[in-house]
């Protein structure tokens, strides 16, 4: 029953990581760098508030959501790829314009500068044999779950068994091969950060979908630990589900064991520690994709 | 400049320009003629308005001080960085005569501008006082008893628990959350010995005040673990401990200002922390001038902290609960129960 609840927290801490950490492994993949993700999570939760509000259907917030996290990553790519300027600064201006610009709307649309009024959250499905397991069925039944289970199984499969897949990954290691190719490289890394942008806002909608509302910073950093997943797992989604599944099970044990006769101060490191580890001793050698952070310029190619 | 820096530039600049966008514009008149209304300047906490909490109340403070006395004032929102001297230098600078800043982040700023703004007075909700501290003659720091107020509630939670276990969610681990902690189990203990407190605190950085996921979890947590009642003095990263009764069906108790909106039902009360009280008493006395500079205690006897009794509670509270209750504040006030404050 314990371990059950446990899993059950563990699997629901990791969720926004996963989606997050997915999309990011495939935009680097295509070469090109997205710090943005905590913004494009902050907007995705932010139009998953306002889509359930006006409409009073939580799949139009999941919607609103996904189409807020294309945007953003839109503009990230437009930046990026387009005028090829540098991926970190735009990465950065986009976490601080969507920072304030959800404040902004927030203060709009809700008249309050931290928190949305209440609205609808995804509802739970009841899964047969599973459904029924104390702590971790409703768990499982929670749509937002299974998609990201299906997205991380799914965006392997295009990363490294479709044909797309295989002309983005060029386009991170040797682009200047792609276009040789006839391929518009310009255009494959802009899918990928699309890609990125829309399951960035899936993230996003996941917090605000298990709250019901929107507040202000709510996204608290995810964005970056997906990132920091995203190379444990070796730029790969399924190496970066696993990470992210040992950064929910470590954030779930901290929260569990705290009030027990551990130092509080220790547990708090406890997450942190648990990437330390990892990224130290047990994943072996990581390597970028060799064109990353690389703006790809046709004339000097 | 080339194409892509010039889109980099536009993209931080327009970046930077926005949370500043969302603040009101500070009038720049120079100190007002003799007769005119008291300027006031006011800069909020992490939160901003429309928190429901914290800095709502300070603002319910100012407003009454409009209404009432008739002064003039001035509000400033700062974003994420670390422009609360900044917002309060604007407002000292531009012509008032009393600045607030609400929270006990503005301690340091607070402090240092005092010394370089001599003749502007300054005020800091929920001040950190380090030993040896001697505040300036225009600096007045405002306490509140939470130990108080939390000691009641958790009075409260003792003779209603069913389970004997009750829990605390605390938002950034400092002795300011500590204080709440502490008068919580102290009440807790007072009424049910054999009853015990689970606490969790959401982190140890500012953000840990705005984290409902965390606070969610961290709920959902206690209320598994067997406690039945939980409260929590943790900002915005409580509507995530809300969020966890509701799903759960158990009740949780609200901090700052009354709570009973955010989960029907399921707010058994709020401990509030009058900060309307405190700067509408120290504006009327500064408006009547009997400025004090130093530290300003509001406790229970001062009704600055208390907890919610109303219509959408009283069902959950049966009348020889409350009675007690009530008792416990009368020989806190009278001084024969002194609620620990670590």
């Known amino acids: 029953m314990d371990l059950l609840l446990f899993l059950a927290a563990a699997l629901r801490i990791s969720v926004p990581y996963t989606l997050a950490a997915l999309g990011a492994s495939i935009n680097e993949r295509g070469g090109v760098i997205n710090i943005a993700l905590e913004g494009i999570m902050l907007n995705g939760a932010l139009a998953y508030v306002l889509g359930a509000w006006w409409t009073g259907n939580a799949w139009a917030g999941i919607a609103a959501a996904v189409a807020g996290g294309v945007a953003t990553g839109a503009l990230h790519a437009l930046v990026t790829v387009r005028f090829r300027a540098d991926q970190i600064t735009s990465g950065l201006g986009i976490n601080l314009l969507a920072a304030g610009l959800t404040k902004f709307v927030l203060t709009q649309v809700f008249h309050s500068s931290s928190n949305s009024a209440r609205v609808v959250g995804l509802p739970d499905w009841r899964l047969p044999v599973v459904g029924g397991l104390p702590g971790l069925g409703p768990v499982l039944g929670t749509p937002l779950v299974l998609l990201t289970i299906a997205l991380v199984l799914g965006g392997h499969w295009l990363l490294f068994r479709s044909v797309f897949g295989l002309r983005l990954r060029t386009m991170g290691e040797r682009p200047e091969a792609g276009a040789t190719l006839g391929l518009r490289v310009a255009a494959y890394r802009t899918a990928g950060v699309l890609l990125s942008g829309a399951l960035a806002g899936l993230a996003g909608a996941w917090l605000a979908s298990e709250q019901h509302s929107f507040t202000d910073g709510m996204t608290g950093g995810r964005g970056y630990i997906a990132l920091a997943a995203m190379i444990v797992g070796k730029w790969t989604p399924l190496g970066a589900a696993a990470a992210c599944l040992l950064f929910g099970a470590a954030e779930a044990l901290q929260i569990t064991l705290q009030g027990a006769a551990f130092p509080n101060e220790v547990l708090q490191m406890l997450p942190y520690l648990v990437t330390m580890l990892v990224l130290a001793g047990f994943i072996g050698r990581a390597t970028a994709p060799r064109a990353i952070g690389v703006p790809y310029d046709p004339e000097e190619a | ?342």
């Not at chain 2, 929920?126 to 939470?146: C, I, R, S």
């Not at chain 2, 709440?180 to 807790?188: L, N, Q, T, W």
């Not at chain 2, 504040?329 to 001084?335: K, L, T």
Request: hydrophobic fraction near 40%; glycine fraction near 12%.
């Open chain 2, 1 to 342: 400049m080339s194409p892509r820096r010039l889109a980099a530039a536009a993209a931080l600049a327009a970046a930077v320009a926005l949370p500043l966008a969302c603040s009101q514009p500070a009038s720049r008149a120079k100190s007002p003629a003799a007769g005119a209304p008291l300027r006031v300047g006011l800069v909020f906490d992490v939160g901003g308005r429309g928190d429901k909490s914290f800095n709502d109340a300070a603002y319910a403070g100012l407003e009454r001080a409009k209404r009432e006395l008739g002064i003039d004032f001035v509000t400033l929102e700062t974003g994420e960085g670390n422009d609360r001297e900044a917002a309060m230098r604007q407002l000292a600078a531009g012509g008032s005569q009393l600045v607030f800043g609400v929270g006990f982040l503005f301690t340091d700023d607070i402090r240092n501008l005092a010394k370089e703004f001599p003749d502007v007075k300054f005020a800091c909700v929920d001040y950190t006082l380090q030993p040896g501290d001697t505040l300036l003659p225009n600096l007045v720091a405002l306490k509140f008893k939470e130990e108080e107020g939390s000691y009641l509630v958790g009075a409260l939670a003792g003779l209603l628990t069913k389970t004997h276990k009750v829990g605390f969610v605390g938002g950034m681990e400092i002795p300011l959350i500590k204080k709440f902690e502490a008068g919580y189990r102290a009440g807790v203990q007072k009424v049910c010995p054999r009853c015990e407190v689970v606490v969790k605190y959401a982190g140890t950085t500012g953000s840990a005040f705005k984290d409902p996921t965390k606070g969610k979890e961290l709920g959902l947590s206690e209320y598994h673990q067997g406690a039945d009642i939980i409260f929590h003095a943790s900002g915005s990263t409580g509507l995530g401990v809300f969020e966890a009764a509701r799903e759960l069906d158990r009740l949780a108790i609200g901090v700052d200002s009354d709570q009973g909106d955010e989960a029907p039902g399921h707010v058994l009360t709020s401990m509030v922390k009058r900060v309307d009280t405190a700067v509408f008493d120290l504006i009327r006395d500064t408006r009547a001038g009997q400025w004090q500079g130093g530290v300003r205690v509001f406790g229970l006897a001062e009704h600055g902290v208390g907890w919610v009794y109303d219509d959408r509670n009283r069902g959950l509270i049966p009348a020889p609960v409350k009675a007690e209750v009530d008792s416990l504040e009368r020989e806190i006030v009278a001084g024969r129960i002194v609620a620990p404050d670590q």
